[in-house]
């Protein structure tokens, strides 16, 4: 696809339940990111990967949090026994290495 | 650490009025900064970048200067559009390192 896609677009959770996130980097992007954006905040970084590796993962709030990007694609965020803290705007980016960042539209998440 | 502070908002301004959005780092040596711009709904787009001291970003008619004796990236647009309307996020990338680190973000809304 042209841009960075991000699925779902909203995701209701009752608290304890694990939840699945999915990133759709653009096409040869080497460089994948995820931030959490709270209502009314700017984004802060959660993790980092270049190709399949995870090279930073020092923004992961617990180890309820957990990331993959097996082939190096597309990115899955984990977050196990949720909790209302969780409860955010969770945005990828991917990037050419070097280049400027380009965002999804990210999932809204809302733990009840 | 590094970090990114914006005037707060919201800035109320009427159309063709001049904008100005501040925006002051802290980070070691000379970080790339960037303006993002945030619609409602949706993800963060890039508006203009800097990579070096006194380089000047500018986009649809945005601008911003890089200002390393200062430690700024202040925001202009000399006529504002009720398009315009969104929440604007300054960031910086520190030398070492991709992540982004963000401002809060401030509230632009122009009215006709």
């Known amino acids: 696809g042209a841009g960075v896609s991000q699925s779902p677009r909203y995701k209701v959770a009752k608290r304890g339940q694990d939840v699945a996130l999915r990133c759709d980097p653009i096409?040869?992007?080497?460089?994948l990111f995820w931030y959490q954006q709270a209502l009314g905040q700017g984004p802060e970084f959660l993790t980092y990967f270049q190709n399949e590796a995870q090279l930073d993962k020092s923004g992961l709030p617990s180890d309820r949090f957990f990331a993959e990007r097996p082939e190096g694609s597309v990115s899955t965020l984990k977050i196990q026994r949720t909790q209302q803290e969780d409860s955010a705007v969770y945005l990828c980016?991917?990037?050419?290495?070097?280049?400027?960042?380009?965002f999804g539209d990210g999932t809204r998440l809302s733990i009840l | 650490g590094d970090s990114v502070t914006q005037m707060e908002g919201p800035v109320t301004l009427s159309e063709e009025a001049f904008l100005t959005i501040n925006c002051t780092y802290t980070?070691?040596?000379?970080?790339?900064l960037f303006w993002y711009v945030q619609y409602p709904g949706e993800g963060l787009q890039l508006l203009l970048k800097a990579t070096k001291a006194d380089d000047k970003g500018s986009n649809k008619g945005f601008e911003a200067t890089y200002r390393k004796e200062t430690t700024s990236f202040h925001l202009e647009k000399g006529s504002v559009q009720v398009s315009d309307s969104a929440v604007y996020f300054c960031?910086?990338?520190?030398?070492?390192?991709?992540?982004?680190?963000f401002g809060a973000g401030t509230i632009l809304r122009v009215k006709s």
């Open positions: 096409s040869g992007h080497v460089s």
């Open positions: 980016a991917s990037s050419s290495w070097g280049q400027p960042q380009h």
């Open positions: 960031a910086l990338r520190p030398v070492s390192g991709n992540k982004l680190v």
């Open positions: 980070a070691t040596g000379y970080p790339s």
